[in-house]
């Protein structure tokens, strides 16, 4: 059994929480599997800032014959998200009203104009019913939205070092890889190259916000006598630069940069609290002890709100990329919750109850 790839095509209009409008629309998606008669066996995972509809390669540890989520008994459907790099609309897509590529002139694009993208291939696949949404970072703030604009529509809710509304300090480290993309000379010309050099400069930031102090300390640590470009964070932190730069352009890079920022589950609904309250959805919370950039303190927040939510913390070195790194303390938290579940057994969501009576 092997995934496959689907390209959807929109003819309709379809329109921004900006106002700007699309006159035809792309997703390119991935499946694995097959839905039964019931539809109870459909699994969506939503992919984080670089990442793509291939969660078979990106994911591998949690996805695939014999693992959490198993192709053999459930189908796996994963969309590469509007702005990205790999083949949805995007920056690099040609403008039906120009014939040109959008490049610059491609708009903002939130969190919830991505989930409204997803609503559209949904209806499309005429799916009713998910049995268990999941995602980490970025994409968790996709599927903490979907739960919220639909809440009878996902059973199972996972959510992995994300957040519900996305902090000064993860904008601060996002405006920072825009500033080094903006100053790259090339990045005011309009061809798919432009800005690459600064792209590669704002990957390096942002690797420190996805590892930390200690991460760097012994994955990165100084070999002896080593100076200047022989220093080991030094080699690594250019590398990883170059191994995007060979996969991704810097215009979506921008633009999903903004699309992170955008997340605020309570814009327009009453505030932030109002909007987790409303989720009827099975929730899983899961946080990373050592997470830099989306502090477990935000994921103690969303289990806290969320009805009936449980919480569960993974210890790893690895900072948050330790969602995509730690698969078998990933399918370990979620297994035990499955099994909670069963036996309708909630330990955090009594203690979170037990704070709000000692507050």
Known sequence: MQAEIHHYHSTDTFILENGFQFPSFDLVYQT??????????????????TGSHDVAEWWQGLVGPGKL?????????????????????????????????????FPDVTIRDVVNSFELLRRHLKIRKI????????????????????????????????????????????????????????????????????????????????????TYQITQARQENSVGGNLRAVSYQRYQGDKLA???????????????????????????????????????????????LFPIVEQEFLAKHIPDASFQVIDSLYGHDGFLIESGLMTKAVRLWQKLLRLEVNPMADFFKELENVN
């Not at 599997?33 to 109870?40: C, E, P, S, V």
């Open 246 to 292: 060979k996969r991704f352009n810097a215009f979506s890079y921008y633009r999903l940069s903004t699309m992170m920022d955008s997340q605020d589950v309570g814009r327009n609904r009453g505030g932030v609290v109002a909007a987790l309250k409303s989720i009827q959805s099975k929730t899983l919370v899961i946080g990373i002890k050592s997470d830099a």
């Open 131 to 214: 049995k268990t949404c999941i995602g980490g970072s970025m994409g968790g703030q996709q599927a903490l939205e979907w739960a919220i604009m639909k809440p009878e529509l996902i059973d199972n809710l996972i959510l992995v070092a994300t957040n519900a509304v996305h902090s000064s300090w993860g904008i601060a480290f996002n405006e920072s890889q825009r500033m080094s993309i903006e100053v790259d000379p090339t990045w005011l010309e309009s061809n798919s190259q432009a800005g690459i050099n600064g792209m590669k400069a704002a990957r390096a930031t942002a690797l420190i916000s996805y590892r930390n102090y200690e």
């Open 69 to 105: 989520f198993n192709p053999e008994n459930n189908l796996i459907i994963c969309v590469n998200i509007p702005g990205s790099h790999y083949g949805s609309t995007g920056p690099l897509s040609v403008n039906p009203l120009t014939g040109q590529p959008y490049f610059h002139a």
């Open 32 to 49: 694995w599997g097959k839905a039964n008669a019931a539809q109870d066996n459909i699994i969506w995972i939503c992919h984080a800032f």
